[in-house]
């Protein structure tokens, strides 16, 4: 299997959770990536401290204020992380960023469904339309002509409770607009593979496990899986698809998921 390698990396909503993890494991790579940036909405606030520590000790990591459901602010970061690269692109875009609201159906509200819309899916639309740029020069600037998250990958981090034959913890969890949008992602995530295609960009949606962060412990239980198996798992994943798999919704051992 060839060795995930990218020499720039996005990840969105890095401060916590899943997405803190994939820095960490990123950083500790036998050969890390020239950039990795780490997009949290509050870089100098407290809760994204544990990112600031790493910054200090890392010149590779670059953090980037992002708020993925504003326009404005998506924009500024492409901006801001096209400066950093100069003239090369960005291999890997994780689109992690998410939100769920624990609400049993019949409380859902239209303000619920908007919100959750929109930073789970109408974000990570934006991203790629952003960073496309970044993406396409990425895969121009890799050899081969076929696909990989080494040359150049969008990955949305969809989860299991969008699928809409397994609907999995329903008894645990109803969340309706979380399961809503995570659905409607994993159809972006088609799209964006078949648009993106011709320009050498491999798209995926990515189950992370049920993981042990603030939003996987949201409904009162323990995830069986941490923070550090789903990551490795998933970087793991990440380096063994090519272009038999773009397009796909897939788990963190790599499994593929019913739609
Ligand atoms: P956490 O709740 O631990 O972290 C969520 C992250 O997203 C935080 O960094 C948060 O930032 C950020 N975020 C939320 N809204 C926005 C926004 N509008 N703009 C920018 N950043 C935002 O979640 P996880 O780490 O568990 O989840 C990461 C991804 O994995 C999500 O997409 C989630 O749906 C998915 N997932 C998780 C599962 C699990 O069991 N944990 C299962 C299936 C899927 P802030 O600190 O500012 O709020």
Redesign the pocket.
């Known amino acids: 299997m060839a060795e995930l390698c990218v020499r720039s990396v996005l990840v ?9 993890g994939l820095v960490q494991h990123f950083l500790r790579m036998p050969k890390p990536p020239q950039w990795i940036f780490a ?4 870089p100098k606030g407290q ?1 994204a401290q544990e990112l600031q520590n790493l910054a200090s000790k890392h010149p590779n990591l670059v953090i980037i204020a ?4 504003n326009p404005a602010s998506i924009k500024a970061a492409a901006a801001k992380v096209g400066e950093h690269l100069g003239g090369s692109g960005l291999n890997l875009l994780i689109n ?5 609201k624990p609400k049993m159906l019949d409380a859902e509200t239209l303000e619920d469904m908007t919100e959750i819309y929109t ?2 899916t109408a ?1 990570p639309l934006l991203m790629g339309q952003a960073f496309l740029p970044l993406l396409k020069k990425a895969a121009q600037g890799s050899p081969g002509s076929g696909l990989s998250c080494s040359k150049a990958a969008i990955v949305n ?5 969008g699928s809409i034959a397994s609907f999995f913890g329903w008894d645990i969890m109803q969340v309706t607009s ?1 399961r809503c949008s ?1 659905a409607a992602l994993n159809m972006l995530s088609k799209c964006q593979s078949l648009a993106y295609k011709e320009h050498g960009i491999l798209c995926v949606a990515l ?5 042990q ?4 412990s949201a409904a009162g239980h323990t ?1 069986p ?1 941490t923070v550090d198996d789903s990551v490795q798992g998933m970087l793991k994943v990440l380096s063994s698809l090519s272009e038999k798999e773009t397009g796909a919704f897939l788990d963190w051992e790599g499994k593929v998921i019913p739609w």
């Open positions: 969105t909503g890095a401060n916590r959770g899943i997405g803190l997009t949290c909405r509050d809760r992002l708020e993925v459901a992690n960023a998410g939100v769920v930073t789970n974000g981090m969809s989860s299991i409770g979380y995570k189950h992370p496990g049920w993981v962060t603030d939003m996987g995830p899986v």
